[in-house]
């Protein structure tokens, strides 16, 4: 029977490793988005400087561990048998739930998903106790859990929520009165106190409320830190406050910059000492459990689990392995950076694509507060508004095509960002209570991007939906980790040792399973070239920089239309489901382009104003040819899918005869627009009548089988359609290369802007 628990150890063992590793890459956004939307420093540093928090905050979590032993049910009316599987149980389910929310890319709560699996389990054992008891009901079921600390927690948790939006957005909107959009020209005190303000908050919650509990400090240390705080923080905020006029005296740069640091490496300390509870808190619970049941020479469902009631100090060992473990992760996980990138760009400062898409909900809040900020700018005097406004102001600069080489918000957001966020963490760490450090950061990021109106009203409908959709993902979070940990607890409880080694092995192919899509994801966006942003002043310079767009385009276009027919032939529903996301992916970059067009007129020089009349033409071409495309896809996918007739032999011989013309002139076009050689284009243009006399008298044969053997109305009306999209299709390709073959001139030097990124940070994004 034994044996059992050791294979349950080893197996909990296994999953702290993986658990750390998926955390962490969920979790990594809590502390890197500011410093990497601001690009104060390069990513090999940010990264160098979080590893370090990481490690030491991972010495310093000790206290928080009792919250897996007794801070969501009471283990005294647990037997040793039951709260192993229950740990098991919230493990699993936890790695898979976090995994599961790394491949969307969207931030999720560590400690909400913890919180709520420990209840759904424990919650599920107890239920089945009490049904299997003569003595007990259902009313009994609070005797189990921990009611008061569980509340307590869930409560914080969402309060956070409302406490960190709020207080974020204060913050800011104070910071930005006083320093304004232009705070590098402000007198040196500006920056020295704002400094020493931010340097001070934020050290001495990390270093006194947080470290000064670790297992590595004396006591003596300890006795001293908490009987003078006022007097820390005073003399705390004077040295720094020298300190920093000092240095901005002597070496003239940026004290943000060395805020954004010192925060990037508070907020660090502040997730691992609150957060590495949840990854391997249950296994040290569950390992705790064990050397106290072994030792007591009772049945494992005899021996009630009061010796979690204990305080017991977790062995620094444990701490120093766990936080290498998520050093390593921040290093070279990949997953970790597509979390990032959903929080910095709902808080960007400028325009960038929108990655979420306006519902009811965001419109209607957004109208709410258009409303409340007219009512409350009413309040102010004609004066204020306008100091207000000025503060607001922001500094005319070069407009840049490709936002993602710009930073997404400035230093002062960056440093308020770090130093409200690890404030509150470290408030709560203090306190012993497991905040979520997810919802923490991301509110006081989406706070104070409200406060420093980066949602205007190009972007504010967007920026809500997505901060909605986040906030969606929460709740749903806490609902499934609650639903799905139940559920693996009555699989445990009934199938035991057999039951554990097939939930392992379904938990193992899952993460495998994304991984490799994850990998395969990721090596495809670098392998299939995206369209790029023309960045030219002159129409040559245009006709060179968008060769490499055009041959793409022509590329997949001729992969998509002869997916279309090839599926068609074969009645392949599956063929035609991929081809369906082709399009759809070559359609949304080509509106891309489309809405870069503010930028790139702006870019261009007076003289060469003709440049984008060429531009606008080349991207309604593009444009139309999408659209042939989708409709193509489209029609050919709601056919099969419908389960509709097959086409006939001859019209599928037909289309196929159309589809090898087609594949032929896309061909040479891609060959010409490769090799840049746009007098060849000349010789394609001639190949259009003979397509097109192709297709009519398709079209003819297809009347007259109608007028005599056709049967199927379907059939007729998707193969006149496939026949007149692909005319529509010829001709915007045809006006295409008629764009290009009248404009370029091989005699006239493109001209091209200005390389702008050479002084640039390197952001490593």
């Given at each position: 029977?034994?044996?059992?628990?050791?294979?349950?150890?080893?197996?909990l063992?296994f999953l702290?490793?993986?658990?750390?590793?998926?955390?962490?890459?969920?979790d990594?956004?809590?502390?890197?988005?500011s410093?990497?939307?601001?690009?104060?420093?390069s990513?090999?540093?940010?990264?160098?400087?979080?590893s370090?928090?990481?490690?030491?905050?991972?010495?310093?979590?000790?206290?928080?561990?009792?919250?897996?032993?007794k801070?969501?049910?009471?283990?005294?009316?647990?037997?040793?048998?039951?709260?192993?599987?229950?740990?098991?149980?919230v493990?699993?389910?936890?790695?898979?739930?976090?995994?599961?929310?790394?491949?969307?890319g969207?931030?999720?709560s560590?400690?909400?998903?913890?919180?709520?699996?420990?209840?759904?389990?424990?919650?599920?054992?107890?239920?089945?106790?009490?049904?299997?008891?003569?003595?007990?009901?259902?009313l009994?079921?609070?005797?189990?859990?921990?009611?008061?600390?569980?509340?307590?927690?869930?409560?914080?948790?969402?309060?956070s929520?409302?406490?960190?939006?709020t207080?974020?957005?204060?913050?800011?909107?104070?910071?930005?009165?006083?320093l304004s959009f232009?705070?590098?020209?402000?007198?040196?005190?500006?920056?020295?106190i704002?400094?020493?303000?931010?340097?001070?908050?934020?050290?001495?919650?990390?270093?006194?409320?947080?470290?000064?509990?670790?297992?590595?400090?004396?006591?003596?240390?300890?006795?001293?830190?908490?009987?003078?705080?006022?007097?820390?923080?005073?003399?705390?905020?004077l040295v720094?406050?020298?300190?920093?006029?000092?240095?901005?005296s002597?070496?003239?740069?940026?004290?943000?910059?060395?805020?954004?640091?010192i925060?990037?490496?508070?907020?660090?300390?502040?997730?691992?000492?609150?957060?590495?509870?949840?990854?391997?808190?249950?296994?040290?619970?569950?390992?705790?459990?064990?050397?106290a049941?072994?030792?007591?020479?009772?049945?494992?469902?005899?021996?009630?689990m009061?010796?979690?009631?204990?305080?017991?100090?977790?062995?620094?060992?444990?701490?120093?392995?766990?936080?290498?473990?998520?050093?390593?992760?921040?290093?070279?996980?990949?997953?970790?950076r597509?979390?990032?990138?959903?929080?910095?760009?709902?808080?960007?400062?400028?325009?960038?694509?929108?990655r979420f898409?306006?519902?009811?909900?965001?419109?209607?809040?957004?109208?709410?507060?258009?409303?409340?900020?007219?009512?409350?700018?009413?309040?102010?005097?004609?004066?204020?508004?306008?100091?207000?406004?000025?503060?607001?102001?922001?500094?005319?600069?070069?407009?840049?095509?490709?936002?993602?080489?710009?930073?997404?918000?400035?230093?002062?957001?960056?440093a308020?960002?770090l130093?409200?966020?690890?404030?509150?963490?470290?408030?709560?760490?203090?306190?012993?209570?497991?905040?979520?450090?997810?919802y923490?950061?991301?509110?006081?990021?989406?706070?104070?991007?409200?406060?420093?109106?980066a949602?205007?009203?190009?972007?504010a409908?967007?920026?809500?939906?997505?901060?909605?959709?986040?906030?969606g993902?929460?709740?749903?979070?806490?609902?499934?980790?609650?639903l799905?940990?139940?559920?693996?607890?009555?699989?445990?409880?009934?199938?035991?040792?057999?039951?554990?080694?097939?939930?392992?092995?379904?938990?193992?192919l899952?993460l495998?399973?994304?991984?490799?899509?994850?990998?395969?994801?990721?090596?495809?966006?670098k392998?299939?070239?995206?369209?790029?942003?023309?960045?030219?002043?002159?129409?040559?310079?245009?006709i060179?920089?968008?060769?490499?767009?055009?041959?793409?385009?022509?590329?997949?276009?001729?992969?998509?239309?002869?997916?279309?027919?090839?599926?068609?032939?074969?009645?392949?529903?599956?063929?035609?489901?991929?081809?369906?996301?082709?399009v759809?992916?070559?359609s949304n970059?080509?509106?891309?382009?489309?809405?870069n067009?503010?930028?790139?007129?702006?870019?261009?020089e007076?003289?060469?104003?003709?440049?984008?009349?060429?531009?606008?033409?080349?991207?309604?071409?593009?444009?139309?040819?999408?659209?042939?495309?989708?409709?193509?896809?489209?029609?050919?996918?709601?056919h099969?899918?419908?389960?509709?007739?097959?086409?006939?032999?001859?019209?599928?011989?037909?289309?196929?005869?159309?589809?090898?013309?087609?594949?032929t002139?896309?061909?040479?076009?891609?060959?010409?627009?490769?090799?840049?050689?746009?007098?060849?284009?000349?010789?394609?243009?001639?190949?259009?009548?003979?397509?097109?006399?192709?297709?009519?008298?398709?079209?003819?044969?297809?009347?007259?089988r109608?007028?005599?053997?056709?049967?199927?109305?379907?059939?007729?009306?998707?193969?006149?359609?496939?026949?007149?999209?692909t005319?529509d299709?010829?001709?915007?390709?045809?006006?295409?290369?008629e764009?290009?073959?009248?404009?370029?001139?091989?005699?006239?030097e493109?001209?091209?802007?200005?390389d702008t990124?050479?002084?640039?940070?390197?952001?490593?994004?």
């Amino acid at each position: 029977m034994e044996n059992v628990y050791i294979y349950m150890l080893i197996a909990l063992a296994f999953l702290a490793v993986a658990d750390l590793v998926v955390g962490v890459s969920n979790d990594a956004v809590n502390f890197l988005n500011s410093a990497i939307g601001s690009k104060a420093v390069s990513f090999r540093t940010i990264i160098i400087v979080a590893s370090l928090g990481v490690a030491l905050g991972a010495m310093s979590s000790s206290g928080m561990m009792e919250v897996a032993r007794k801070g969501i049910f009471n283990p005294g009316e647990f037997m040793f048998d039951e709260i192993m599987i229950i740990f098991t149980a919230v493990m699993i389910t936890d790695i898979l739930l976090l995994d599961f929310f790394n491949t969307l890319g969207m931030p999720t709560s560590t400690t909400v998903s913890i919180v709520f699996e420990l209840l759904g389990a424990s919650v599920c054992v107890a239920l089945l106790k009490i049904s299997a008891s003569d003595s007990e009901t259902f009313l009994d079921l609070g005797n189990y859990i921990n009611n008061e600390k569980a509340i307590e927690i869930i409560v914080g948790i969402l309060l956070s929520v409302v406490i960190a939006f709020t207080i974020g957005a204060i913050i800011q909107f104070l910071s930005r009165l006083l320093l304004s959009f232009k705070f590098e020209s402000k007198p040196d005190y500006y920056g020295a106190i704002f400094s020493g303000l931010a340097t001070t908050s934020i050290l001495y919650f990390i270093l006194i409320k947080g470290i000064k509990n670790a297992s590595f400090m004396n006591d003596t240390v300890q006795d001293f830190i908490g009987d003078h705080p006022l007097q820390l923080i005073g003399l705390s905020f004077l040295v720094l406050t020298i300190l920093s006029y000092l240095f901005i005296s002597f070496t003239k740069k940026s004290i943000y910059v060395v805020i954004i640091i010192i925060g990037t490496f508070a907020l660090a300390v502040a997730f691992a000492g609150n957060d590495l509870v949840n990854f391997i808190g249950v296994p040290i619970a569950a390992f705790n459990s064990y050397e106290a049941w072994s030792v007591s020479g009772s049945l494992p469902s005899e021996y009630a689990m009061d010796a979690l009631n204990q305080p017991v100090g977790t062995k620094p060992i444990l701490l120093l392995i766990a936080g290498l473990i998520m050093v390593l992760t921040l290093w070279f996980s990949t997953k970790a950076r597509a979390v990032v990138k959903t929080s910095v760009d709902l808080s960007r400062q400028d325009n960038v694509k929108e990655r979420f898409e306006p519902n009811f909900l965001s419109r209607t809040i957004v109208r709410g507060s258009i409303a409340a900020s007219e009512g409350f700018n009413k309040l102010f005097s004609k004066t204020g508004k306008t100091y207000i406004d000025k503060q607001f102001e922001k500094p005319t600069q070069v407009i840049a095509s490709k936002t993602e080489d710009q930073p997404a918000f400035d230093l002062v957001r960056a440093a308020v960002n770090l130093m409200v966020a690890s404030v509150l963490i470290s408030v709560a760490t203090s306190m012993k209570l497991p905040l979520s450090t997810t919802y923490v950061t991301f509110m006081v990021a989406m706070g104070t991007s409200l406060a420093d109106r980066a949602w205007g009203s190009e972007s504010a409908v967007y920026r809500v939906a997505g901060v909605l959709n986040v906030i969606g993902g929460w709740f749903f979070t806490a609902f499934s980790a609650f639903l799905a940990a139940a559920i693996m607890a009555v699989i445990l409880y009934y199938g035991r040792a057999y039951a554990l080694t097939g939930l392992l092995v379904l938990a193992i192919l899952l993460l495998v399973k994304n991984y490799i899509g994850h990998r395969k994801e990721t090596k495809e966006q670098k392998e299939v070239d995206s369209l790029e942003r023309a960045e030219s002043s002159s129409t040559q310079g245009v006709i060179i920089e968008s060769a490499k767009n055009i041959a793409n385009v022509v590329k997949r276009g001729n992969k998509i239309y002869t997916g279309a027919i090839n599926g068609l032939a074969t009645q392949n529903h599956k063929t035609l489901k991929k081809n369906k996301k082709q399009v759809a992916k070559l359609s949304n970059e080509i509106d891309d382009l489309r809405d870069n067009i503010f930028y790139f007129i702006k870019n261009l020089e007076e003289p060469s104003m003709s440049a984008s009349n060429f531009y606008i033409n080349i991207l309604g071409y593009l444009q139309d040819i999408s659209q042939s495309l989708e409709f193509i896809s489209k029609m050919s996918y709601k056919h099969v899918n419908n389960n509709h007739k097959k086409l006939k032999f001859s019209q599928i011989k037909e289309l196929k005869e159309i589809d090898e013309v087609m594949e032929t002139l896309f061909a040479n076009t891609k060959n010409a627009f490769d090799a840049e050689s746009f007098e060849e284009i000349g010789i394609v243009l001639t190949e259009k009548q003979k397509v097109l006399n192709m297709v009519n008298q398709k079209i003819t044969k297809q009347v007259e089988r109608t007028r005599t053997e056709e049967s199927s109305p379907k059939n007729t009306t998707l193969y006149f359609s496939l026949l007149l999209e692909t005319k529509d299709l010829l001709n915007a390709t045809m006006n295409l290369l008629e764009e290009y073959y009248t404009a370029h001139d091989s005699k006239v030097e493109p001209a091209r802007l200005p390389d702008t990124n050479e002084d640039s940070t390197p952001s490593g994004s």
